[in-house]
């Protein structure tokens, strides 16, 4: 491609591997992300430019997009702090989305963009019939959902067509402090993605011109197709934390997790390379490691 891929949020956890990833393939990077972002590990190094604005800056956004090769949209405010203010993750989220496809209409006509949505814009699917397929009707139950289904119907104005990612919970594997409350019931199907999985499959996006124009569901496969109590149950033995000190939420108000069709994405982006068993492995290696410290 010609020109740099251009990753806003590119400071981010998922952005920063992102960034790693095209570099080891010979991509220039273009990183936009707020001024007061930790941009260390990426600031200096080979085939990264650091581009600092807010994505609420038309001005800057298109200063960031002009002659990139392709553009990954990242950038979002997320939950819980996403439903503390409905303005200003409409403004962060569906405005600062807006400002991406103008930019990019205006000053990199070529590029393909790849848009970061979530599978959370479902809604409650408990009713529904597994697995969730992309034509399933949007229901958003939050602020940040609601934003999201905004969002994408911006993308579709792009002056190329744009690949939709939405994209299941992410697992990070390190050990995380468990929510006071599970967003989902204890019966409640549950399919989360492995962190570096969701990696592959933007970096795939960014390659695979079959993929382009298509929205798809990002998630971790057979392996990951849980319930909320089996996966909260495998995490609290690892730490040798009782289940019954888990708290779900009420099955009247189920949460918006399923387990989704990703059959398309997998054969398009090849991306599934961590089973929810490699998973656990290596959490609880990373409990040994602690435990022996």
Known sequence: MNGPVVVTGGAGSVGRLLVQRCLAHGHRVRVFDLPGCDFSGLEGQAGVEICRGDITDAAAVRQA???????????????????????????????????????????????????????????????????????????ALDVYAESKIAAERLVRQAPRPALILRIAGIAVPALQEPPEEWPFTAEQRLEMVHRDDVVTALYHALVTPQAWGLTLNIAGGPSWQLTGRQYVADLYAL????????????????????????????????????????????LRAEVARLLAE
């Not at 090769?69 to 303005?87: I, K, Q, T, W």
């Not at 949505?117 to 529904?128: E, I, M, R």
């Not at 289940?243 to 918006?256: I, V, Y």
Request: glycine share 6%.
């Open 65 to 139: 997009v002009r002659g990139a090769g392709a553009v990954v949209h990242l950038a979002a405010l997320l939950p819980p702090a996403s439903e503390r203010d409905r303005a200003r993750t409409f403004a962060i989220n569906v405005q600062g989305t807006a400002h991406v496809v103008e930019a990019m209409a205006a000053a990199a006509r070529d590029a393909v963009l790849v848009f970061s949505s979530s599978v959370s814009t479902y809604g409650d699917t408990t009713a529904a019939t597994p697995p969730i397929r992309v034509t399933h009707p949007q229901a």
């Open 239 to 282: 730490l040798g934390v009782p289940l019954e000190l888990a708290r779900f939420r009420d099955p009247s108000r189920p949460g918006w997790v399923d387990w989704y069709d990703t059959e398309a994405s997998q054969r398009l982006l090849r991306y599934q390379d961590h089973p929810y068993p490699a998973y656990l492995e290596a």
